[in-house]
């Protein structure tokens, strides 16, 4: 692999993004090589399509390393920011989107020390508060928001992970304190969030319930959890049939609107409800009166304002661990989708038809 030399030149901006040179292109008075890659910018909300483009590849600066990204998660806050409908992410257009990826290191700025050229990394580094995102052959990336990937994960399945398993941890385990011998209920226990969620708290010990619709129990229950029907069930029955009217030590929702407030009337005395859509209006009695705590997570606080990045690049190492011990498995689409089809991966997000998580290929 070609390092970097000082003698490079590459353009700031998204100034020469109607080129067609699809690696190099020459400056005619010089022999200067300006290095391109192929990406997608989102130029408005109102189209809320990508155009395809060369722009020019980015440079690792001192603390980043430049990963070749060979996979991109889709997230249903990826298809949000495109559609104009998560200002909370603060996006920058035009922008490159996608929150996670996974790639190989191809070269490493000024002081880093913890990735050398070649590592297998991942990690959700970008896609909001004008940081690049990963729809693009390349990202310069702050390494402290990295990870090395698990060696028995594909880097499909690696790139399913960083979002939902850093919003995941951050609740169960930093914020409620998951731990042996609790009852934890997870809202929405085969979604993106859900399904790792359960795993989390399986891996620490707790015994594990998860709402998810009927076709989805077997998976549900390959994940280690009891799967409930939520479409059938009221959450005063689950509380009584699963605790005998106790209520659960943790409940995680992942849902939100009202499934926020059945995780309030679900949690018992002194127990702690956790949620990341925790967004709308709720009436705080249930909890209040039981002495229960709440904890909402937002995950994209590092990216957005550079407060805990080595934080989740500690989660992320967390991750490898569980996956490499076997105790954890994202469920990812069978579905390929690549830059040029990746619109669609975005519909179907949004159309509710995939199977956990849809990744793009690049």
């Not at 993004?17 to 997608?40: I, P, W």
């Not at 399904?195 to 998860?210: D, L, P, S």
């Not at 129990?217 to 390959?222: G, L």
């Not at 009337?265 to 249930?286: E, F, I």
Request: proline residues 4%.
């Amino acid at each position: 692999m070609k390092s970097w030399s000082r003698g490079d030149r590459r353009a700031k901006s998204f100034s020469n993004r109607g080129s067609t040179n699809v690696n190099k292109s020459y400056c005619k008075a010089t022999t200067e090589v300006f290095l391109t890659m192929h990406a997608l910018i989102l130029d408005d909300f109102q189209t809320a399509t990508f155009r395809s483009v060369d722009i020019p590849q980015p440079e690792p600066t001192a603390n980043q390393v430049l990963v070749r990204i060979k996979a991109s998660g889709v997230n249903p806050l990826d298809s949000k920011i495109r559609t104009g409908k998560a200002p909370h992410a603060k996006p920058v257009l035009p922008a490159v989107l996608g929150i996670d990826m996974a790639g190989v290191v191809e070269a490493i700025g000024q002081d880093v020390t913890t990735f050398q050229v070649g590592d297998e990394v991942y990690g959700m580094t970008g896609g909001v508060g004008g940081v690049q995102g990963s729809l693009a052959e390349f990202a310069a990336v702050d390494v402290a928001l990295l990870a090395k990937k698990p060696t028995n994960l594909t880097m499909r399945e690696a790139a399913a992970l960083p979002l939902v398993f850093l919003t995941a941890w951050e609740g169960l385990v930093d914020r409620a304190n998951v731990h042996e011998g609790q009852r934890v209920l997870v809202l929405g226990g085969s979604g993106g969030v859900g399904h790792v969620a359960v795993q989390i708290a399986k891996a620490h010990g707790a015994k594990v319930f998860a709402t998810a619709s009927t076709a989805k129990h077997e998976m549900v229950r390959q994940l280690g959890a009891v799967p409930i029907d939520y479409h059938n069930t009221t959450i005063e029955e689950i509380v009584q049939t699963f605790t005998g009217d106790r209520g659960f030590d943790v409940v995680y929702d992942s849902v939100g609107g009202s499934t926020l407030d059945d995780a309030f009337k679900a949690v018992r005395n002194y127990g702690h409800v956790v949620s990341n859509y925790g967004w709308g209006t709720h009436s705080l009695m249930p909890i209040s009166r039981k002495g229960a705590t709440y904890s909402g997570v937002f995950v994209l606080l590092p990216l957005l304002t550079g407060e805990g990045r080595a934080r989740h690049g500690d989660i992320l190492r967390q991750a490898t661990q569980l996956a490499e011990a076997g105790q954890l498995r994202p469920v990812v689409d069978p579905r390929h989708f690549t830059l040029e089809t990746a619109l669609s991966a975005h519909e179907a997000v949004e159309q509710g038809t995939a199977l956990s998580k849809i990744v793009i290929d690049l």
